[in-house]
Nanobody, 127 residues
């Protein structure tokens, strides 16, 4: 069982920045594919993929709407994955969830599937 705890959400004005963190339990974090997903308030659809990163942190994929504004990174020594969010827009407002997929390499086919989830952290961007 992998436990994930997100932090770093909050209220920010449009154009501002936030950095989300997600700390994972487990001794084999270096073999976890990690990802960030989001769900807008009142949106009953499934969580939207935002970004994912490979075991080593070398390879990352992003949804088109955040490319050039968000950066995902991974610190295996700290069991933590980050999402640096710059140039935030009101449409980025959502609950952001961290996901983990131990033992499965990151590919464009696997990047949207996670086995474990955190409880989420709310990001609100005001206009």
């Amino acid at each position: 069982q992998v436990q994930l705890v997100e932090s770093g959400g909050g209220l920010v004005q449009a154009g501002g920045s936030l950095r989300l963190s997600c700390t994972a339990s487990g001794r084999t974090f270096s073999t976890y594919t990690m990802g960030w997903f989001r769900q807008a308030p009142g949106n009953g659809r499934e969580r939207e993929f935002v970004a994912a990163i490979s075991w080593s942190g070398v390879t990352a994929y992003y949804t088109d709407s955040v490319k050039g504004r968000f950066t995902i990174s991974k610190d295996n020594a700290r069991n933590t994955v980050y999402l640096q969010m710059d140039s935030l827009k009101p449409e980025d407002t959502a609950v952001y969830y961290c996901g983990a997929r131990p033992g499965i390499p990151l590919t464009k086919t696997t990047m949207k599937t996670m086995d474990y989830w955190g409880k989420g952290t709310l990001v609100t961007v005001s206009s």
